[in-house]
T-cell receptor, first 115, second 117 residues
Framework: AQSVAQPEDQVNVAEGNPLTVKCTYS??????LFWYVQYPNRGLQFLLK??????LVKGSYGFEAEFNKSQTSFHLKKPSALVSDSALYFC?????????????FGTGTRLLVSP | DTEVTQTPKHLVMGMTNKKSLKCEQH?????MYWYKQKAKKPPELMFV???????INESVPSRFSPECPNSSLLNLHLHALQPEDSALYLC????????????????FGPGTRLTVL
C-alpha cells in the first residue's frame, strides 16, 4: 500500500526562523508526492509537488520541499516563517494501486508560528 | 477561472431530510472528487469521477449518492443521514492524466459544513 507519515502533530516556530514540516513515504515504484495547506474552515490549497526531476521543489508562498530517496522523505521547508503560515499541513501521495487516481493523505501537522 | 466552488457553505439537516451538495469548476478538468473531512483529520476520499463516469467508490454508504451531470458539475445527494455524517465535505478537481495515470495536483473547493441533527 502507498502511504505517507507525518510524525509530528504540531510544530512550533518563531516568526522569522526557518521551519520544517516532516513527511516520510512508503511506496512501491516512483512516488508522486504533494504538500497541501489548510486554513481554518477552508478547503485545501496546493503548495507543491514532486513527480520527477530536481530533488528540491519550489512552490507557492515561499515554500520548498526536498525529495530524499535514500531516506524516503519529502520534508516541507521555508527559510523564514510568517505568523500567517500558521495552518494545518498535509503531505500526500498518489496511490499507484488505483492508477494514481486516489490521493492518500498523511495525518496532518499543525504549524504554529509565534510573533 | 482557477476556482472550485461549492454550495451551500453550511447545511443543517434532519435525519429524514433529502438535500444535495453542489460543486462546480470551469478549469476543463475531467477528474472530480468528493471527500469527507472530520475535524483535525485528513480528508477521506469518497468518490472519484473520471470523464463523467464513476471510477472509484470507497465503499460509501448508499445514503450518499453522487452524480456528475456534465464535465463542470458534481453533485452529492444526501438522504437519511446519521449524526456521525456531520463533517466538512470537500469537492476537488484535477486535470486527467494520460491513460488514467494522474500525477496532477487537485484543486479543492472551500467545502460544505454539514450538520445532521
Amino acid at each position: 500500500a502507498q502511504s505517507v507519515a507525518q510524525p509530528e502533530d504540531q510544530v512550533n516556530v518563531a516568526e522569522g526562523n526557518p521551519l520544517t514540516v516532516k513527511c516520510t513515504y512508503s511506496v512501491s515504484g516512483n512516488p508522486y508526492l504533494f504538500w497541501y495547506v489548510q486554513y481554518p474552515n477552508r478547503g485545501l490549497q496546493f503548495l507543491l509537488k514532486y513527480i520527477t526531476g530536481d530533488n528540491l521543489v519550489k512552490g507557492s508562498y515561499g515554500f520548498e520541499a526536498e525529495f530524499n530517496k535514500s531516506q524516503t522523505s519529502f520534508h516541507l521547508k521555508k527559510p523564514s516563517a510568517l505568523v500567517s503560515d500558521s495552518a494545518l499541513y498535509f503531505c500526500a501521495v498518489r496511490d499507484k494501486n488505483t492508477g494514481f487516481q486516489k490521493l492518500v493523505f498523511g495525518t496532518g501537522t499543525r504549524l504554529l508560528v509565534s510573533p | 477561472d482557477t476556482e472550485v466552488t461549492q454550495t451551500p457553505k453550511h447545511l443543517v439537516m434532519g435525519m429524514t431530510n433529502k438535500k444535495s451538495l453542489k460543486c462546480e469548476q470551469h478549469m476543463g478538468h475531467r477528474a472530480m472528487y468528493w471527500y469527507k473531512q472530520k475535524a483535525k483529520k485528513p480528508p477521506e476520499l469518497m468518490f472519484v469521477y473520471s470523464y463523467e463516469k464513476l471510477s472509484i467508490n470507497e465503499s460509501v454508504p448508499s445514503r450518499f449518492s453522487p452524480e456528475c451531470p456534465n464535465s463542470s458539475l458534481l453533485n452529492l445527494h444526501l438522504h437519511a443521514l446519521q449524526p456521525e455524517d456531520s463533517a466538512l465535505y470537500l469537492c476537488a478537481s484535477s486535470q486527467e492524466g494520460v491513460r488514467l495515470a494522474n500525477y496532477n495536483e487537485q484543486f479543492f473547493g472551500p467545502g460544505t459544513r454539514l450538520t445532521v441533527l
